[in-house]
């Protein structure tokens, strides 16, 4: 799988729009970009997916770059509750891939 | 509709012992896999069962082992336990043969090696 790069700690006030980065400029053709979260004492939590689409859900958007070597990861109206640490993955879809966590973006919203 | 389920939440051992955690997947799951969780960094994939047999297996060493039931629960095992394996242990759920299938995850287990 390829190696993604995150910044390891943002804040973002309430309310406003969380924009978290990421760089896979090594994934490959058949590596789709996953974004997970994990609030504290909790396991991961899937959020949104995607191939080279932007692609919106209920929990976030996200947005990845035409020569898919980025995207981002937006939360229209950050909550206290978007505190958490957010990872981005690139998984390959044949068959039952594993998920290649790295270290991940720790998000704080600020009140 | 429970999701996944895992117990104990805690649990404390000593150096040498041996430890069995516990998985239920998410209902209509028939795949499960397991994760490790050291302090600080994100979970480390350790294999994955699927009709009962291991189907993936991580960069972990033997004395992880794993067993899948008929029902699709699932145990993690880990012999002659070392200081280096406290950590939190989490179980996903999926489906094979869902293109583009999420994983579900529990809360894990928080085991505790002294």
């Known amino acids: 799988d390829a190696k993604t790069t995150q910044p390891p700690s943002m804040d973002c006030a309430e309310g406003r729009a969380a924009n978290l980065p990421c760089n896979h400029s090594t994934i490959s053709g058949n590596e789709y970009v996953y974004w997970y979260r994990q609030i504290h004492s909790q396991g991961p939590q899937y959020i949104i997916h995607g191939l080279k689409n932007n692609e919106t859900n209920e929990m976030a958007s996200l947005i990845i770059t035409e020569d898919r070597k980025s995207s981002t990861l937006i939360l229209p109206h950050a909550t206290l509750r978007d505190t958490a640490v957010y990872y981005c993955?690139?998984?390959?879809?044949?068959?039952?891939?594993?998920?290649?966590f790295g270290t991940g973006t720790r998000l704080t919203i600020i009140p | 509709d429970a999701g996944v389920t895992q117990s104990p939440t805690h649990l404390i051992k000593t150096r040498g012992q041996q430890v069995t955690l516990r998985c239920s997947p998410k209902s209509g799951h028939d795949t499960v896999s397991w994760y490790q969780q050291a302090l600080g960094q994100g979970p480390q994939f350790i294999f994955q069962?699927?009709?009962?047999?291991?189907?993936q297996r991580g960069n972990f060493p033997d004395r992880f082992s794993g067993h899948q039931f008929p029902n699709y629960s699932s145990e993690l095992n880990v012999n002659a336990l070392l200081l280096g394996d406290s950590a939190l242990y989490l179980c996903a759920s999926s489906t094979t043969g869902i293109w583009n299938e999420k994983l579900f995850f529990g809360s894990g287990t928080q085991l505790s090696v002294l």
């Open positions: 069962y699927y009709e009962e047999e291991e189907r």
């Open positions: 993955i690139a998984r390959s879809n044949f068959g039952n891939e594993k998920l290649t």
